[in-house]
C-alpha cells in the first residue's frame, strides 16, 4: 500500500494486501493546515493492462519499491516488494508512458490517513486524495477539502495519468 513500508513475513520483505481505495479531487487548500512533510515520489509503470499493473515506486533518494496491482478500483489485490535503488533506476529506461513526479503529503482525518498528491511536471496542477482502507468510510466521515469522488474513473490512475496526461487539461 502507497507510502507504507511492509510488515517482515519470515524474513521476506513483501507485502499484499486487499484494499479499498477511494480517489478524489480536492476542493480546496485547507488540508495544508494537518498535512505531514512532504516525501517526493517518482514512480513509472513497466506494464499496464485491463485490471492490472506494474509499478516503481521511487522514494526520495533513498527507497524503491516494485508493484503489482491487480482487480479493478474501488477493491483489489496490490503485491509491493523492496528492491535496489540501483535497479529501480535502471528499470525506469524500460517505463512505459511518462515517469510520475509528485510530492505526497499524508493529512490525518476521522481516524483515517489520505494521501494528497500534488503533481509537478507534465501533471502541474494537479491535486488529487486517495484514501485506501480495509474498510469503507461513510460520506458523511470524509473530511469536507475533499471535492469530486472520482474512484472508478481510470483516466485518473497513476498508470492512466502516465500513458495519457492530465484528464482536465485543456
Not at 499484499?16 to 485547507?30: C, G, L, N, Q, T
Request: hydrophobic share 40%.
Amino acid at each position: 500500500m502507497a507510502g507504507l513500508a511492509p510488515p517482515s513475513n519470515s524474513g521476506m520483505d513483501s507485502f499484499m494486501a486487499k484494499e479499498i481505495e477511494r480517489k478524489f479531487r480536492i476542493r480546496d487548500e485547507s488540508w495544508q493546515a494537518e498535512a505531514e512533510p512532504p516525501k517526493a515520489f517518482r514512480q513509472f509503470y513497466l506494464a499496464v493492462g485491463p485490471e492490472r499493473s506494474i509499478r516503481v515506486r521511487i522514494v526520495g533518494d533513498s527507497a524503491a519499491w516494485l508493484t503489482a496491482k491487480f482487480g479493478r478500483t474501488p477493491v483489489r489485490d496490490e503485491f509491493e516488494y523492496p528492491i535496489p535503488l540501483a535497479d529501480a533506476c535502471e528499470m525506469e529506461n524500460f517505463a512505459v508512458g511518462a515517469v510520475i513526479l509528485k510530492q505526497r503529503h499524508i493529512v490525518s482525518h476521522g481516524g483515517y490517513h489520505y494521501e494528497v498528491d500534488v503533481f509537478s511536471g507534465a501533471l502541474q496542477g494537479l491535486v488529487l486524495a486517495e484514501l485506501e482502507t480495509p474498510d469503507t468510510v461513510p460520506d458523511d466521515r470524509l473530511p469536507r477539502w475533499l471535492g469530486a469522488e472520482i474512484t472508478g474513473d481510470s483516466r485518473y490512475s497513476n498508470a492512466m495519468l502516465a500513458l495519457n496526461g492530465r484528464p482536465d487539461a485543456t
